[in-house]
């Protein structure tokens, strides 16, 4: 490829890039429906050329930004735990880390906003990315207590999908009521319940 | 007050009432922002100038819509209790109503909807009215659970307001993932652990 083609290439892939970036908090707190093109154009200073230039639509857009966001949120959880220790210590650090705000994108959890704009809305793409973000999350966390039985650090007959929904649902449930109720109560509640229920499975 | 103008004045504020009645699951589906007037006059039969000479603006329409929603479902949630049973009992016959979806109104839960939909869009009406109704819901749960302490079926060292917290983060988060997945499995397992929880508190 000429040197000039690839530079060009490049600076088209790297604006790309950036409208995912600035995007995606738009989307996060205004939702898909109530997010206006004025708003994206807002956020990420383009023309509305300049973002259909490389999407198609702003729903295009919406799905990369939901999986620039689910990232974003993984990496941030994700990051509290330390990969050496023991699995019951890693589920512990990862429910402590909901103690904190995400701080690393505005707008809070994307799987939670996405799911709840569309659990009525029939079978759209961006349900589909909400629906396999939680079942991936599931999945991580039933991981973990399957590690966690074969160490014996939880009995066999522990339920590993039940658990883990149960876990994810008094997390996501909590974040809803201290965004609400704007104080990290029932975050702080919700963690000391999970990780003391943790404790005498 | 003269018949024929008694008559009128019945007559629209029976046209007013059923606005809102009619108005109410398009909101609860769609969310404030994803429903459009379109939508609205759909479901209400009417036209324009029909919906706006009794409502000011979508919003206040929007407003008395939550208020008719919330209702209708804590009509349903609490229709499960029986009053005469110990306290316990009732928080046990709360949660358990829990197990089957609410058949009162499309869209799901108003004050999850809405909660997560205004989460961060500053101090609206609406929001309040989330809050507001949230407020409601802890009072309800710490109501019972001091009933239940003061007969002895809780011990007195019970935190009433977090174990109130506990249990609607569990169900919240639970009613989402099951709407999201399609499955009553979350609520199934978020129901079974609340009723265990309670059971060794």
């Known amino acids: 490829m000429a040197p000039e083609l690839a530079k060009v290439l490049k600076k088209g892939e790297l604006t790309r890039q950036r409208i995912i970036e600035m995007s995606a908090p738009v989307f996060n707190r205004k939702g898909f429906a109530g997010c206006s093109l004025a708003e994206l154009l807002k956020a990420t200073g383009l023309q509305k050329g300049g973002i259909y230039r490389h999407f198609d639509s ?13 990232e974003q949120t993984k990496e941030a959880r994700r990051g509290s735990i330390t990969m050496s220790a023991t699995p019951k210590t890693q589920l512990m650090e990862f429910i402590r880390s909901f103690r904190k705000p995400l701080e690393t994108l505005a707008g809070g959890c994307p799987l939670l906003n996405t799911a709840v704009e569309f659990d009525d809305q029939g079978n759209t793409a961006l349900r589909q990315k909400a629906v396999e973000a939680m079942e991936e999350w599931l999945f991580f966390l039933q991981e973990l207590f399957q590690k966690g039985v074969e160490q014996k650090e939880f009995p066999r007959s522990l339920n590993l999908r039940s658990t883990s929904m149960c876990i994810i649902s008094t997390l996501e449930g909590a974040v809803i009521m201290s965004q609400l109720l704007e104080t990290q109560e029932p975050l702080t509640h919700a963690c000391t319940f999970l990780e003391n229920w943790l404790n005498i499975l």
């Not at 702003?58 to 689910?70: P, Q, T, V």
């Open 58 to 70: 702003k729903e295009a857009l919406a799905l990369e930004a939901f999986d620039y966001a689910w």
